[in-house]
Structure formats: C-alpha cells, structure tokens
C-alpha cells in the first residue's frame, strides 16, 4: 500500500508556543489530506479536511484560528498548533487520499504525540 | 453517516478465529461498510470494505447481512500481532471522510 509519514513523532513544547506537524505521501499525489486528533482510550476526532490548493474544511468545534492547515502541494500538509496548551496535548494523525489510488483507499500516517507542558 | 454499534471488547485464543461483529441497523443505500484496526500508538490500516456482497482478501472477510444492517468482520487465524482496536465505519461513497466510533478492542492470547 502508499505510505503517509508524519514529522515529527513526538513533540514537546511550552505552553504558549506554537508547533508544526507535517504530513507527507511518500509515493503517491494526495488530493486531499485529513487531520484526526486522538485523546488517551478515546477514538479518532476528525479535525479538518484539506484538498490541495483549497482552504481547509473544519469539523464542528474544532477552531481554524488555533489550528492551521496548509495543502499547498500534492506530497505535504500541515497542522500547525498555535498558542498551544496543555488541554492540546494529544495524538495527531493525518490520512490521505490521492488520484492514482483507488477511491476507498485511505492511508493513515504513524501519527505524532504532542505533549505541552 | 450512519452510526455503528460494536462491543467494547473481545478475546480470542492465537490460531483460532475472530469475529467481530458490527451493526449499522440505519445504513443507507450507498453506504459502505468499511473495517480499519489501530494498534496502540499507530495511525489506523485498513482492513477490508464491502457494499452487499461479501468480501475476502489477505487479511480478512467481510460478511454483510442481507439486510444490511449487520457485518461480521472474520481473522480467519488469530495470532497475536492482531491485538488491535477494530473499527467498523460505514461511510456514503468511496470518497467520503470516514468517521470513527469507539470500536472494539481485540485481545488475542496465547
């Protein structure tokens, strides 16, 4: 199957801070890219949905001030956390779709731990 | 999207096989089922997706009832990399975002 990365892994900054997470397909053009968050024992929250060159589709709830998407090429996306508290704290997963794969297919990246202390 | 219903938790003994059940009693015509399993501190992989007919491949079956309502997701022969949360999501068209519901939480033992 294609493979989606995440960088980085693991992350730990200062409450207040703001961080970035990329998300990259690593041989495949991803036309939309997805952002889930995960709290501890729960499931995956879908946060937003970006398609390449288009602003990003927030969930209910989710702030598109605090959390900030950038599809601007075919391989990359981006969250970027801003003034991040401790409450931020979670797991965030990316997932992508792409045009050469077939329309269920979905690959999920290993994911990256933000801690804020 | 419609919602699904799976319990919170199942054992298995290694080498015998797992069945996990789904239901999706309010799905809609163009609805698919679709099976993903997440094991701890990894992104989600897919297992298996299915409209009417039953599905078979490397890693699993799927069994759909014919009503629609209910799925079974087989592991014909567990072993203990299976150790996963299963999610059951049924989703309108092959292109939608998927939502995810709280799953069922696999244990295979020795």
Same mark, same amino acid.
Request: aromatic letters at 8%; proline letters at 4%.
């Given at each position: 199957?294609?493979?989606?990365?995440?960088?980085?892994?693991?992350?730990?900054?200062?409450?207040?801070?703001?961080?970035?997470?990329?998300?990259?397909?690593?041989?495949?053009? *991803?036309?939309?890219?997805?952002?889930?968050?995960?709290?501890?024992?729960?499931?995956?929250?879908?946060? *937003?949905?970006?398609?390449?060159?288009?602003?990003?589709?927030?969930?209910?709830?989710?702030?598109?001030?605090?959390?900030?998407?950038?599809?601007?090429?075919?391989?990359?996306?981006?969250?970027?956390?801003?003034? !991040?508290?401790?409450?931020?704290?979670?797991?965030?997963?990316?997932?992508?779709?792409?045009?050469?794969? !077939?329309?269920?297919?979905?690959?999920?990246?290993?994911?990256?731990?933000?801690?804020?202390? | 999207?419609?919602?699904?219903?799976?319990?919170? $938790?199942?054992?298995?003994?290694? @080498?015998?096989?797992?069945?996990?059940?789904?239901?999706? $009693?309010?799905?809609?015509?163009?609805?698919?089922?679709?099976?993903?399993?997440? =094991?701890?501190?990894?992104?989600?992989?897919?297992?298996?997706? @299915?409209?009417?007919?039953?599905?078979?491949?490397?890693?699993?079956?799927?069994?759909?009832?014919?009503?629609?309502?209910?799925?079974?997701?087989?592991?014909?022969?567990?072993?203990?990399?299976? #150790?996963? &949360?299963?999610?059951? =999501? &049924? $989703?309108? @068209? #092959?292109?939608?975002?998927?939502?995810?519901?709280?799953? #069922?939480?696999?244990? &295979? #033992?020795?």
């Amino acid at each position: 199957g294609a493979v989606v990365s995440q960088h980085p892994s693991r992350v730990i900054c200062k409450s207040g801070t703001s961080v970035k997470i990329e998300c990259r397909s690593l041989d495949f053009q *991803a036309t939309t890219m997805f952002w889930y968050r995960q709290f501890p024992k729960q499931s995956l929250m879908l946060m *937003a949905t970006s398609n390449e060159g288009s602003k990003a589709t927030y969930e209910q709830g989710v702030e598109k001030d605090k959390f900030l998407i950038n599809h601007a090429s075919l391989t990359l996306s981006t969250l970027t956390v801003t003034s !991040a508290h401790p409450e931020d704290s979670s797991f965030y997963i990316c997932s992508a779709r792409g045009t050469k794969l !077939a329309d269920y297919e979905q690959y999920f990246g290993p994911g990256t731990r933000l801690t804020v202390t | 999207d419609a919602k699904t219903t799976q319990p919170p $938790s199942m054992d298995c003994a290694e @080498g015998r096989a797992a069945n996990l059940p789904c239901n999706h $009693s309010t799905i809609s015509g163009n609805e698919y089922v679709y099976w993903y399993r997440q =094991i701890h501190s990894q992104g989600p992989q897919y297992i298996i997706h @299915g409209l009417k007919n039953n599905e078979t491949n490397e890693m699993a079956s799927l069994i759909i009832t014919e009503d629609r309502k209910s799925s079974t997701l087989i592991l014909p022969h567990a072993t203990l990399r299976d #150790t996963a &949360v299963y999610y059951c =999501i &049924v $989703s309108p @068209g #092959t292109a939608s975002k998927l939502t995810f519901g709280t799953g #069922t939480r696999l244990q &295979v #033992t020795l």
